[in-house]
């Protein structure tokens, strides 16, 4: 046992100290505690805390600490939100960006809406921290209330008939969409009768749906979207809506927009309200939910008869830098690494179209922002961030 003073915070939230002129890394401490811990090379386990920080809180979970899901429920929200600007300072400086990085947004809403269970005969949850073992759970605080409560029971009773296996938890305005991946051979009636008696809108068993009592849809704008298995959505909708808002403040009042990387269209089917909107994913599954979405969208005031949404599922970068040629006023896209380093020829074919960018975290973001300030000739480039 070794008692020890936690100098600064990791880039994963582990608490350091310093010990012999060695870094020690001590999960689940703060900066100017005096802590009390076993010592394995770089790593400490935390065995008491001597004199605790101002910032510490209570956890929100009452597994937290044994659940490896969260790593920083013990930092008040003030603190908290500090620590994730930082990192996104650091990226960005790592870089050689200047540029000003505003406040984190709180955008925790209501809770996660997506969630994935593992399911072993000991029980449902998430792993436990630094180990393969499944902690058993009854609810997790972080989610939305309706996956709170029923994802690990539903994950639980699903352990007699798919065995061992991970469950992935959407919740859709129309219901919860399930998928399962396991390696058993079961058959679609089976699933079916589970689906039906758990009242699910869609079960999807190894990429197949299986069951649909009704289609799971978002509310995206004016639009709702039919979402396809294993469709990427934001883990809150009140981050979609604030990313989308930002998206749409940074875009402006234009008259084209060339939405890259789109998806099922979060920021598209917003954008089209005001503007005609070229759309390009890879994930044609994903595109052809837009392309329904988009249909009873109204059209800007003013504009022509030509449809608010184009879309276009395209297999490469270079497709989707050749079919965005088409004088678009303003650029969004979305920080997906293949590709980006090309986006001057978008630039050159749209008429140097303003831009703003989305990174889906502060890993690569800096060298990102570099690249697009390069493109527009050192005018500075936006940067939005979130982190949950």
Same mark, same amino acid.
């Given at each position: ?190 699933? !079916?009768?589970? +689906?039906?008696?758990?009242? *699910? &809108? /869609? =079960?999807?068993?190894? @990429?197949?749906?299986?069951?649909? $009592? ?20 934001? !883990?809150?909708? +009140?981050?979609?809506?604030? *990313? &989308? /808002? =930002?998206?749409?403040? @940074?875009?402006?009042?234009?008259? $084209? ?35 329904? @979405? ?95």
């Amino acid at each position: 046992m070794t008692e020890v003073l936690i100098d600064s915070i990791g880039q994963h939230g582990d608490g350091i100290a310093e010990i012999g002129g060695e870094r020690v890394f001590v999960p689940f401490t703060l900066p100017g505690e005096r802590v009390e811990i076993a010592r394995e090379g770089e790593r400490g386990t935390l065995l008491r805390i001597i004199a605790p920080s101002a910032e510490r809180a209570e956890p929100i979970s009452p597994y937290f600490g044994a659940c490896g899901g969260c790593s920083l429920q013990h930092m008040n929200r003030a603190s908290y939100a500090a620590f994730k600007r930082g990192l996104v300072v650091t990226a960005l400086a790592h870089a050689e960006v200047e540029t000003v990085v505003q406040p984190l947004i709180d955008a925790t809403g209501a809770g996660r809406r997506r969630a994935t269970l593992h399911v072993r005969k000991t029980g449902a949850g998430y792993m436990r921290a630094k180990s393969h073992e499944v902690l058993d759970i009854d609810a997790c605080p972080i989610l939305v209330p309706t996956l709170s409560k029923h994802a690990p029971r539903i994950a639980r009773a699903l352990q007699p008939l798919a065995g061992d296996c991970d469950v992935s938890f959407t919740l859709s305005d129309t219901g919860i969409d399930l998928s399962i991946r396991s390696e058993r051979k079961l058959k679609p009636v089976a699933l !079916a009768e589970f +689906a039906r008696a758990q009242k *699910l &809108a /869609r =079960l999807t068993f190894n @990429g197949d749906a299986v069951y649909m $009592a009704r289609p799971p849809a978002i509310k995206m704008g004016k639009a709702l979207v039919e979402i396809p298995p294993a469709s990427f959505l934001q !883990a809150t909708a +009140a981050a979609e809506e604030t *990313l &989308a /808002r =930002l998206v749409s403040e @940074g875009v402006g009042k234009v008259k $084209a927009v060339a939405d890259l990387f789109s998806g099922v269209g979060p920021f598209t089917l917003r954008l089209a309200e005001g503007a005609r909107v070229f759309a390009a994913d890879s994930d044609r599954p994903g595109i052809a939910a837009l392309v329904k @979405g988009a249909r009873p969208v109204p059209r800007p005031a003013g504009a022509d008869r030509a449809e608010p949404v184009r879309c276009r599922g395209v297999r490469s970068a270079a497709g989707r830098r050749r079919s965005a040629g088409q004088g678009a006023g303003a650029e969004h896209r979305e920080d997906r690494r293949r590709g980006i380093v090309r986006t001057e020829d978008v630039c050159t074919r749209c008429g140097d179209p303003d831009r703003r960018w989305v990174s889906a975290g502060k890993r690569g973001a800096g060298g990102s922002v570099r690249i697009l300030d390069a493109c527009r000739g050192g005018r500075g480039v936006s940067a939005v961030s979130h982190s949950l």
